[in-house]
């Protein structure tokens, strides 16, 4: 194990015994210190920022990274302000998951206590460095970052500052530190961090993702790729399929829950499938269309591009659609388990028993019914915040928030009880 | 990927499609086949298991691993009727984990669907077959069994009555398969078959476990190595703790949830430590003792053998126990992070503040208050089966039953609502 690694996350198990222990109240002390010393050090933190957004620039980033990128006086209020709701959610820690006695006069409890140390890997979005620490901190866990070179000063100065506020509400400093070291070979130092680092979590691109799952020996929870799809059944409500449609692929291209792929029941090929087109290419977007959506969206004089695997596959995060014409459901759900990233599906049906084989015919971690995409996201689901949604299967599926930074314990409480 | 095993593994995803559709009533039918096809089938497969058998002992195989390979009819009559007893259990599937309605009217719904296709990775235990592929069934699994080559006759026969009681109940026999091949690379299939396995679960030695986990892009849920710890507080009752200290050790010793060491506070160092050591003694426990607790056992007459690190670390799995003497519940809650397998950490003490400060301090899958550690345990918990003792603390810790073989699906339910 790299040394340096190994001194850090030695000090975080340390500062992760001493958070199990911290109450609910001492640690949103923890809180408030760092929203508070985040406002009084306001001036140094932009300024570092404005330096890792000078050498972007100068290094040829493109626009939208920048953007990304930058720290502005608002920006980090908002980041400042998502601390106080933070605050304000349940300490999922002590929560009883389940508790019965059993015939034999034992009481079992079983018990959230915090994962221990979490281990963060992330691009250049500066609002993680601090949103992953205030959810670590809130659940118990201490958390080794490891953010992306691009945003180095922007992150110390970030962390120096949270460490500073935690020294300030004597909570150890050490349960928020960076990943020591510079470039590519500390990812793969955290990732194989066993017994030092309880979970590791990366937030990005699939490169990324898949780069931490093939290299990790410590257990990943993989986030974020989306490849959602919306499909309007024969017995779908016309407005409400535009309204959904329009809102899955245009409220905002960018993000894991906007919506990449459009299947229509062949039965509305000459009805809706052309009012559909016509609002998302009024919209702007490009579509790209299998050849009897092609046929149909042609006839009436909306133009297609032709659709290829590529696009089936494809997380366009633009303002491109992948458009079908299916026979029916069955043939709507084989699609989707074939090309789906697991994130989220959207069927619009006024049909109970269509609703009911769409949910057993995709298995993804949300599927909304006759309602957006968009709407699978951790402030949405009310959460509160959420530090990434999981499109894989084990620990936890969709939104994750506070208490999907938690394990659990078995408690079994006897009285001179054994076995016989 | 190994080519047999993709199509093994996508026989598997079909046949966990049709599985995510099946009532629990079909899924019964299916288990009720599969106990009676067992039955009628018992010559065949006792047969094939005295093949086995007979050449494990033929290889000079050890006869506690012989005797763990045998399948007697009355053996073989327990994993049948361990059968009905998940027939009994409630089906998880469908069951709504979190169910709420947000102020905007989306209806948001958290509901248990099966994983889809699991491999099971496993030494020579016959039962195992037939266990796993029942929980998996029943939680809608698909699985792929990997058992020992040295029970290959014996999970051949298994596995073929099962399959064709599948198709007596009208379900995908290829639920249930081997996984194709021989050999160790077998496993280095499974555990690489990203997209076709979606979890596995190695059951066996601590070689086995971290050959798997080094070697799996596959999400791995690790079960079952147990240094268990019983601490004896200055408050604890003096009979309670006898009891509890013998029981944990001697009453199975080759079980993952046995007593490996006893930590005593040195306050009882001339009273109950003694009476502890004679009691374990007497069973014929070999006391590998520190220099605090030799000399005080020696001076009571009890023999003892010097403890080392290696016994710190040991899973004996036999009659020895190592002994320490402890300044204060602080000295034993550091001994036991530093050593434990994170398995079950027992305390005897009448104190409730000791008790507090001891489930903050350790960090276990299952503590046990006044207790044996023996209870960690699915049958003993009320689970009714379990298919492993997760030691890991992601997806599931501590005995796994029927709802720890599923994953979540969000289901967002609305009438045409979009995000603003």
């Not at 699939?206 to 499909?231: K, M, Q």
């Not at 299998?290 to 995060?317: C, K």
Request: proline residues 4%; contains cysteine.
């Amino acid at each position: 194990m790299n040394p340096e690694l190994s001194a850090a996350g030695g000090r975080a198990r340390e500062a992760a015994v001493a958070l199990r222990a911290a109450t609910a109240d001492r640690k949103n002390r923890g809180l408030s210190a760092i929203a508070e010393r985040l406002d009084k050090d306001r001036g140094a933190i932009v300024a570092a920022n404005e330096a890792d957004v000078a050498a972007a620039r100068a290094a040829g980033t493109a626009a939208g990274l920048v953007d990304r990128l930058t720290l502005t006086h608002d920006r980090l209020t908002a980041i400042i302000e998502a601390i106080d709701v933070v605050i304000e959610l349940p300490d999922p820690v002590g929560q009883v998951v389940r508790g019965y006695r059993l015939p034999n006069g034992l009481d079992v409890r079983q018990i959230r206590v915090p994962l221990g140390v979490v281990g963060m890997i992330y691009e250049a979005r500066p609002n993680v460095t601090v949103d992953a620490a205030a959810l670590c901190l809130k659940s118990g866990n201490a958390v080794l970052l490891r953010g992306s070179s691009s945003a180095a000063r922007t992150n110390e100065a970030l962390i120096t500052t949270m460490r500073q506020a935690l020294a300030d509400a004597a909570l150890p400093s050490d349960a928020i530190q960076a990943v020591p070291g510079a470039g590519h070979e500390t990812v793969d130092h955290l990732i194989t961090a066993r017994g030092l680092v309880d979970v590791v979590i990366p937030r990005g691109g699939a490169d990324l993702i898949s780069r931490v799952v093939e290299g990790a020996t410590v257990p990943v929870i993989e986030t974020g790729i989306g490849n959602c799809h919306v499909y309007v059944d024969e017995s779908a409500d016309a407005d409400k399929a535009v309204d959904i449609v329009v809102n899955a692929k245009t409220q905002r291209v960018s993000v894991c829950n906007a919506a990449e792929t459009l299947l229509v029941h062949q039965a509305l090929a000459d009805t809706l499938l052309p009012r559909l087109g016509a609002a998302l290419v009024e919209r702007g977007v490009t579509l790209h269309a299998d050849a009897a959506a092609a046929t149909a969206l042609g006839s009436a004089g909306i133009p297609t591009v032709p659709v290829s695997d590529e696009d089936w596959a494809a997380e366009y995060y633009s303002l491109d659609m992948a458009v079908g014409l299916v026979p029916d459901l069955a043939d709507a759900t084989q699609h989707i388990r074939r090309w789906s990233s697991g994130h989220t599906e959207a069927i619009v049906a006024d049909s109970a028993s269509a609703i009911a084989e769409f949910l057993t015919g995709v298995d993804s971690a949300a599927v909304a019914v006759n309602a957006s995409t968009r709407f699978t996201d951790g402030g949405e689901l009310g959460f509160g915040a959420e530090i990434g949604i999981s499109t894989q299967k084990l620990h936890a599926r969709g939104p994750m928030g506070l208490p999907e930074l938690t394990t659990t314990t078995f408690v079994i409480t006897g009285d001179g009880h054994i076995r016989s």
